[in-house]
């Protein structure tokens, strides 16, 4: 009893048990403290990177982007949509996009060529220097046959988790991220960004997927997350992306801004369709002897490769079809001393400023021949059947230039008209039609198409063809 009473007495005893049981309570809340500002801290810094990295892939579209949209502007006798090569350390300063990569419609892969585009060295969160895919299709050298808002990219997109994010794609724009098992990236090379050229050792293979994103070969990319063995982050561009702001830009609208009845000959492809129309009206205007003004027949709407000027030969009794660039079959029958039709010798000087457009937008092109105005020997040409607008006119020929694929459009096969042209311009061009009442309206949801004709010749006062756009 006596010792259980010291024991009860002894004096600092609860103290001392009560300020150890303070001290651990601090250490769990400091030790709880601790891991939660660690967590926190990761977190923040994680969010940081990835911020940078949205921040620098969005910047690099951009200026991807714009570069195609003045492409036409920065190189003179160019259409624009192009865009660069590659920086893939091909012996040009770094940053600057390999002069010529590859040959023809072959997609590559290198780093983003940053002075190229006038941009700073962008640089991912985890500090790496962007890499950029471009399709074959829309390098700038070598150059595809037609570029046109028609041009398909050549690349798929993916998802992380595997899903189709879009096809026909243009450009892919990648963040490397950190480095992965089996990459490495020592070397010096590439002295500002640093590292190497080997784009293995920068952009990841998900084998989960079968998708390696630095084999360019396949044209299929897939995103990563930013942690992980697959962490490459990605951007990419569309033919919209780059069509929609070409089309933007004032010089593309199909018709005159203050007065929409009339077209906009500053649009490149209105004055395109003015041109041809010209040209076609001179050909008429050198069949002359004993005042025979005849045109050339039309060429094939179905041909085997529409970016070949020699294949849109004009066709024996063929009224209407697409523009033809040798006339030989009409000049066998009228004698005419002018060469191949499109051209500045046939055509004036006034072509060579049309001809890199002509190049490019031939396959939108189209022509009816009147049944008078036909290929012919040398008699009298005057308006009897002739072709008609609006269901008014009496016309020796008519030019169409398509617009913009609509929404029920697909385009992926050439010879198909209707997927061209819309109302009566292309029942007319698909009959063959000589006599046949064309349209010209303002440009709508369900109508795009752009008309010019070719008027008949005074046949009293023996005045040549002339041209007018509707």
């Given amino acids: 009893?006596?010792?259980?009473?010291?024991?009860?007495?002894?004096?600092?005893?609860?103290?001392?048990?009560?300020?150890?049981?303070?001290?651990?309570?601090?250490?769990?809340?400091?030790?709880?403290?601790?891991?939660?500002?660690?967590?926190?801290?990761?977190?923040?810094?994680?969010?940081?990177?990835?911020?940078?990295?949205?921040?620098?892939?969005?910047?690099a579209k951009a200026a991807l982007i714009g570069y195609a949209v003045t492409y036409g502007d920065?190189?003179?006798?160019?259409?624009?949509?192009?865009?660069?090569?590659?920086?893939?350390?091909?012996?040009?300063?770094?940053?600057?996009?390999?002069?010529?990569?590859?040959?023809q419609d072959v997609s590559v892969i290198g780093r983003l060529p940053w002075v190229t585009l006038d941009v700073s060295t962008l640089r991912d969160g985890d500090g790496e220097c962007l890499w950029y895919a471009v399709s074959g299709t829309y390098k700038n050298n070598p150059k595809t046959g037609l570029m046109n808002w028609d041009t398909n990219g050549q690349?798929?997109?993916?998802?992380?988790?595997?899903?189709?994010?879009?096809?026909?794609?243009?450009?892919?724009?990648?963040?490397?991220?950190?480095?992965?098992?089996?990459?490495?990236?020592?070397?010096?090379?590439?002295?500002?960004?640093?590292?190497?050229?080997?784009?293995?050792?920068?952009?990841?293979?998900?084998?989960?997927h079968g998708?390696?994103?630095?084999?360019?070969?396949?044209?299929?990319?897939?995103?990563?997350?930013?942690?992980?063995?697959?962490?490459?982050?990605?951007?990419?561009?569309?033919?919209?992306?780059?069509?929609?702001?070409?089309q933007k830009r004032t010089?593309?609208?199909?018709?005159?801004?203050?007065?929409?009845?009339?077209?906009?000959f500053n649009n490149p492809l209105v004055n395109l369709?003015?041109?041809?129309?010209?040209?076609?009206?001179?050909?008429?205007?050198?069949?002359?002897?004993?005042?025979?003004?005849?045109?050339?027949w039309a060429a094939q709407l179905s041909l085997s490769d529409y970016s070949v000027d020699t294949n849109y030969n004009d066709t024996y009794g063929l009224l209407a079809g697409r523009v033809p660039y040798l006339v030989g079959t009409a000049r066998s029958t009228t004698g005419n001393t002018l060469g191949n039709l499109m051209t500045t010798g046939s055509c004036g000087a006034?072509?060579?400023?049309?001809?890199?457009?002509w190049n490019n937008w031939k396959d939108h092109l189209f022509y009816a021949v009147?049944?008078?105005?036909?290929?012919?020997?040398?008699?009298?040409?005057?308006?009897?059947?002739?072709?008609?607008?609006?269901?008014?006119?009496?016309?020796?020929?008519?030019?169409?230039?398509?617009?913009?694929?609509?929404?029920?459009?697909?385009?992926?096969?050439?010879s198909v008209i209707t997927d061209y042209l819309e109302s009566s311009n292309s029942t007319n061009v698909s009959a063959g039609s000589g006599s046949g009442n064309y349209t010209s309206s303002p440009a709508s949801s369900t109508f795009n198409d752009t008309v010019c004709v070719i008027n008949p010749n005074n046949y009293w006062t023996h005045q040549d063809l002339t041209v007018n756009c509707l």
């Fill in 155 to 208: 690349f798929q997109v993916y998802s992380a988790d595997g899903t189709q994010l879009a096809n026909q794609v243009v450009a892919v724009i990648f963040a490397p991220g950190a480095v992965v098992s089996g990459q490495n990236r020592a070397g010096t090379v590439a002295p500002i960004c640093g590292g190497n050229y080997t784009a293995s050792n920068y952009l990841d293979n998900d084998t989960v």
């Fill in 273 to 296: 369709t003015q041109q041809v129309a010209l040209c076609l009206a001179n050909y008429g205007n050198n069949n002359r002897p004993n005042d025979n003004y005849s045109l050339p």
């Fill in 370 to 414: 009147s049944q008078t105005y036909r290929p012919t020997g040398y008699t009298d040409q005057y308006c009897g059947t002739c072709v008609h607008v609006n269901s008014s006119g009496n016309y020796a020929g008519v030019v169409m230039f398509a617009g913009p694929r609509l929404s029920t459009q697909t385009r992926a096969n050439k």
């Fill in 74 to 103: 920065t190189h003179s006798g160019q259409v624009p949509g192009y865009l660069p090569c590659p920086d893939y350390g091909g012996g040009n300063p770094e940053g600057s996009a390999e002069p010529v990569c590859g040959s």
């Fill in 350 to 357: 006034s072509w060579a400023s049309v001809d890199p457009w």
């Fill in 251 to 264: 010089d593309f609208q199909p018709r005159n801004p203050t007065n929409p009845s009339l077209p906009n």
């Fill in 1 to 59: 009893m006596s010792a259980q009473r010291n024991a009860i007495l002894k004096p600092g005893s609860g103290s001392q048990r009560g300020a150890a049981l303070m001290i651990m309570l601090v250490i769990l809340v400091v030790g709880v403290a601790a891991i939660l500002v660690n967590s926190l801290t990761a977190a923040s810094i994680q969010t940081a990177r990835q911020e940078q990295t949205s921040a620098v892939l969005a910047q």
């Fill in 211 to 246: 998708i390696n994103n630095s084999n360019v070969a396949t044209g299929n990319f897939i995103q990563g997350s930013s942690t992980g063995n697959v962490n490459d982050q990605m951007v990419f561009i569309t033919r919209q992306d780059i069509w929609n702001a070409i």
